[in-house]
């Protein structure tokens, strides 16, 4: 406690010398108001803050962390590692220069820059043993692995990589229509890639003007409703994902028989090998899997992605014959992003017994619908905030419910309803 009253008298006298008269004011009531609080309740708002205080660590020293606290033998795996290194090198950055602001305007106090993520630098010797795993391995990876490097192509399943295609994309929006509804006539489910987030809302227009049911997915949609949206393209809501960059590492998705990345040729980064082969790979986990690549000209990306794809597809069908090994999808269950319980099972389950369901008058009446529809909300939303996230969870199906009870009623032209 006594070094944080040091550092606020010395970041005061600095502030007053330089005419920042403001800055210091609100820097000596913050800073006074959380010693108040750490005096009297043993915590305060921002705690880990003042972090440096508390660990005893000197000024510019990287605090304790995770992989501190791991034995000298441990095994660290890094996933996805072409992307993972490099994010923890921006990490440092990010942090320090949103509170660096902070610190200028007075409203932390200079340690508050030492609670941070570590630099690249701190982090690599803290790293003991580590295994990076990715399907695109960078330069750093493969640079530090020397010859330690291991190729895991083949899968228990007996699923290959998918074919790759390469058609003109001057004609593209309209080929890749007819593969959706082909792809849609049996049961599976079809991603696409495009340049820009507008031209994924044109093309999600386009295709929801010739009957087909599409959504599109970019960085301005939260993270809680993406996880829905790939959970409804699991379930059949819709047949077809329209994204940018979001389709790539990580989205397991077993019913995608059909990757499209329109306007292949264009070189970049979202068109550059590593971006192409990950793509490519959404349609692996289908035994139906095919790419289809969107060019004029062949790159030297797509080239590289192609060939690679190739390489990799041929030795995954040499090891199934070789082992008498027939290809088999994974029956992956879909789960609820809250509860964890899979949907078939909420689907079997009992209905829970509720006035909802069983007062029609309620239906009839446009304005308790409105009231119920608000009150369903606002109970969700206390459970969310109270962290009663089961609760939460019973009260959102609750109100799917009641809206799918609206609107089969609304569609019912013998009840009436007008909403």
Known sequence: METIKEELKDRKETL????????????EQRTKFDLEMLYELGFCKGIENYSRHFSGTKPGQPPPTLM?????????????????????????????????TLV???FRLPSALDNRPLRYDEFEPKMRQTVFVSATPAAYELEKSASAVIEQ????????????????????????????????QKKSRVLVTTLTKKMSEDLCEYFSDNDVKV?????????????????????????????????????????????????????????????LIQTIGRAARNIEGKAILYADNVTKSM?????????????????NLENGLVPKMVNKSVRELIDGTSHTNIQNSTKPKSNIYQETKLLKNEKSVS??????????????????????????DELTQFKSKIFQTKSNPSDGITL
């Open 16 to 27: 007053l010398s330089t005419g920042k008269l403001l800055e210091a004011q609100r820097i």
């Open 68 to 100: 501190d606290y791991l034995p000298v033998d441990a095994l660290v795996f890094i996933d996805e590692s072409h992307v993972t290194v490099s994010q923890i090198g921006g990490m440092y950055k990010g942090d320090r220069a949103r509170k660096q």
């Open 104 to 106: 200028e305007y007075g």
């Open 153 to 184: 192509v083949v899968r228990p399943t007996g699923v290959l990589d998918p074919i790759i295609e390469v058609r003109p994309a001057s004609s593209q929006v309209d080929d890749l229509l007819s593969e959706i509804k082909s792809r849609s």
């Open 215 to 275: 959504r599109y997915l970019h960085s301005d949609i939260d993270t809680v409703e993406r996880v829905e949206i790939i959970r409804d393209l699991r379930l059949g809501v819709f047949d077809v994902l329209i994204g940018i960059n979001l389709l790539r590492e990580g989205l397991d998705i077993p019913e995608v028989s059909l990757v499209a990345i329109l306007d292949a040729d264009k070189e970049g980064f979202l068109r550059s090998q590593r971006s």
């Open 303 to 319: 080239d590289h992605a192609i060939t690679e794809t190739t390489r990799r597809r041929k030795k995954q069908e040499k090891f």
């Open 371 to 396: 009231k119920e529809l608000a009150r369903l909300e606002k109970k969700m939303l206390e459970h969310a905030r109270n962290l009663e996230f089961e609760l939460a969870a019973k009260t959102r």
